[in-house]
T-cell receptor, first 110, second 113 residues
Framework: LAKTTQPISMDSYEGQEVNITCSHN???????ITWYQQFPSQGPRFIIQ???TKVTNEVASLFIPADRKSSTLSLPRVSLSDTAVYYC???????????FGAGTTVTVRA | ETGVTQSPTHLIKTRGQQVTLRCSSQ?????VSWYQQALGQGPQFIFQ???????GRGNFPPRFSGLQFPNYSSELNVNALELDDSALYLC????????????FGPGTRLTVL
């Protein structure tokens, strides 16, 4: 799986937009980009997946530039309950191994 | 629709003992993957079972073994426990082999003393 680099931590306030950028310089042609969210003492939860340009769902948006060497997860108007660790993963759809890095700890303050 | 469940929630063992962790996959899912998550780190892939067969394995020694049953539930067995085996063990289920969206259970917290 392509190696990913993301910030260790980010702080924000309620109501703000949080953008987490993940670098994946060695991404392969068939690789997809997927983000998971994990709360303490819980399993990770799928947030969003994309291949190129922009993907949006009810929770987040994923922006992928044309060269696909990075991606940005955007969380609109965060609340305290969005405090969690966010993981960026890159890999092909038929690769069963999910390889999680250390993730980005997002702390939302009142 | 029932989600992924794991048992037990917490477990304390001593070094050298053996442990069995259990996972019930989400309804309709035939694939189960197991992960080990040490404190402060991301989950690390142990192995995956698809239709009762091991479908791939991460960098874990043979004392980590597993089973998948006809109802697609699964067990993770760890023999000769070591202190470093202390971690949160996560089970995830998905439909089909490969890297489909995986649904994780709450995990089993194993402490080895």
């Amino acid at each position: 799986l392509a190696k990913t680099t993301q910030p260790i931590s980010m702080d924000s306030y309620e109501g703000q937009e949080v953008n987490i950028t993940c670098s994946h310089n060695n991404i392969a042609t068939n690789d997809y980009i997927t983000w998971y969210q994990q709360f303490p003492s819980q399993g990770p939860r799928f947030i969003i997946q994309g291949y190129k340009t922009k993907v949006t769902n009810e929770v987040a948006s994923l922006f992928i530039p044309a060269d696909r060497k990075s991606s940005t997860l955007s969380l609109p108007r965060v609340s305290l309950s969005d405090t969690a660790v966010y993981y960026c993963l890159v890999g092909v759809s038929n690769d069963y191994k999910l390889s999680f890095g250390a993730g980005t700890t997002v702390t939302v303050r009142a | 629709e029932t989600g992924v469940t794991q048992s037990p929630t917490h477990l304390i063992k001593t070094r050298g003992q053996q442990v069995t962790l259990r996972c019930s996959s989400q309804s309709g899912h035939n694939t189960v993957s197991w992960y080990q998550q040490a404190l402060g780190q991301g989950p690390q892939f142990i192995f995956q079972y698809y239709r009762e067969e091991e479908n791939g394995r991460g960098n874990f020694p043979p004392r980590f073994s597993g089973l998948q049953f006809p109802n697609y539930s699964s067990e993770l067995n760890v023999n000769a426990l070591e202190l470093d085996d202390s971690a949160l063990y996560l089970c995830a289920s998905s439909s089909g082999s490969g890297w489909n969206e995986q649904f994780f259970g709450p995990g089993t917290r194993l402490t080895v003393l």
